[in-house]
């Protein structure tokens, strides 16, 4: 089991490598497998350290995993939250469940994104009972399904969720994250007249309008720059995906554009959406024989903005101090689940060890370091809110 060399540290490591050794790769990727397997150790680890442990069904074979120390105040409850779902491993560089350090650095799938953060948690909540150490409120550890495709874990989470505050694991550089960007992902389809390719007048060609569109949604997005949020820069637009057409001898009849839009916070995916689509059918009336539709979202996802005067934040940033790291609040452009707990009422943070350029990276790993204090700054954060 894991790398363990006979002291606490080292027994963070070998678990860290242990759950990097377990293919929890999203089912949505090939390659991928239900995160049961995580779920079980994880409750494993806490039942062989007498801490109560149950899980929560999100789909069939696929739960989160719910650790709760009590404290105190039964009345307060904070809940420290990693997902248990790592990226996909095709293009990887390494072998992806097989963990090696390395120069201080443990590799594999996962190890970033978000093992490192999990393991340092999973050890900062246990290290208090072994401690015999009681805290002042109830801590939740929560390992959740589904992160890296539809957040379904976290959203099952929620339910029914009563908690005055939530830090969230992702790869942070030990930095604390206070606004996230959110993410809208939706289709533009462009309808056209197949016709014979020798005699194209026949036919509309919606690859050709499609191009047109476009320019025009670029030439659009320019004005984002011109709202940037204080912490986390402009919104952005990219188009990432586009099918259009058969085979070259077809004028083609339909092209399909997939957008994501990231949102910065006082934007919501609804309204970003509906704007879209009105934009789309504004075209009609300058564009002869456009028809187009901004399909429904494929996905949305909130972006994240907690006041840096929210407790969870505030003592966050004074254990940092304490600890001699950064403690500025900062924003990231990426998402997390952060964004889902607050939404349901939970003030909340992200903070973890690891770098994002490292998240989903052919060659993943983690700097075993900063593993260690991000294990220091969770369980001081628990002695201290």
């Known amino acids: 089991m894991g790398l363990s060399l006979g002291n606490p540290m080292d027994d963070l490591i070998g678990t860290l ?63 420290f939250e990693a997902h248990t779902d790592t990226a996909g491993i095709l293009g990887m560089t390494i072998p992806p469940f097989e963990p090696r350090v390395c120069d201080g650095r443990l590799y594999g799938r996962g190890a970033c994104d978000t093992k490192a953060g999990a393991a340092a948690m999973m050890h900062a909540v ?5 401690d015999r150490i009681q805290p002042r409120c109830e801590v939740v550890f929560a390992g959740t399904a589904d992160e890296e495709h539809s957040y379904r874990g976290v ?22 994250v206070v606004a996230t960007k959110g993410c809208l992902r939706f289709r533009i389809r462009v309808h056209g007249k197949a016709a014979h390719s020798s005699k194209p007048h026949l036919g509309v060609n919606a690859v050709s309008r499609m191009a047109r569109l476009i320019l025009a949604l670029e030439e659009d997005a320019r004005a984002l720059d011109r709202r940037p949020h ?13 099918h259009g057409g058969t085979q070259v001898n077809i004028v083609p009849d339909s092209c399909v554009i997939e957008v994501d839009r990231r949102l910065v916070p006082g934007e ?10 009105r934009f789309v059918e504004s075209l009609r009336d300058s564009m002869p024989l456009f028809e187009a539709v901004a399909e429904e979202p494929i996905l949305e996802d909130l972006p994240l ?10 003592m966050a940033s004074r254990v940092l101090a304490n600890l001699g790291l950064h403690s500025e609040p900062v924003g990231v452009p990426y ?21 994002i350029d ?18 220091e700054f969770y369980r001081q954060f628990i002695l201290s809110f």
């Open 358 to 375: 490292q998240a989903h990276a052919a060659c993943e790993f983690v700097d075993c370091a900063e593993v260690r204090k991000a294990y």
């Open 155 to 176: 959203v099952k989470l929620c339910e029914g969720l009563h908690a005055d505050a939530a830090v969230v694991s992702e790869p942070t550089s030990l930095r604390l």
């Open 230 to 242: 204080a912490l986390l820069g402009p919104p952005t637009f990219n188009i990432g995906v586009i």
């Open 305 to 314: 903005e907690t006041a840096v005067s929210e407790p969870v934040a505030a």
């Open 17 to 79: 490598a242990d759950l990097v050794r377990i293919n929890s790769v999203n089912p949505a990727y090939p390659g991928g497998a239900p995160e049961s397997a995580m779920a079980l150790y994880i409750q494993d680890f806490f039942e062989k350290r007498g801490i109560e442990v149950s899980q929560q069904s999100v789909f069939p074979g696929r739960p989160n995993v719910l650790a709760t120390l009590r404290g105190r105040d039964p009345s307060r409850r904070i809940v």
């Open 268 to 277: 919501e995916p609804e309204a970003v959406w509906k704007y879209y689509r």
């Open 126 to 130: 246990a290290s208090l009972a072994q």
């Open 335 to 355: 998402g997390s689940d952060a964004s889902k707990l607050a939404r349901a009422g939970v003030p909340s943070i992200v903070f973890g060890p690891g770098n």
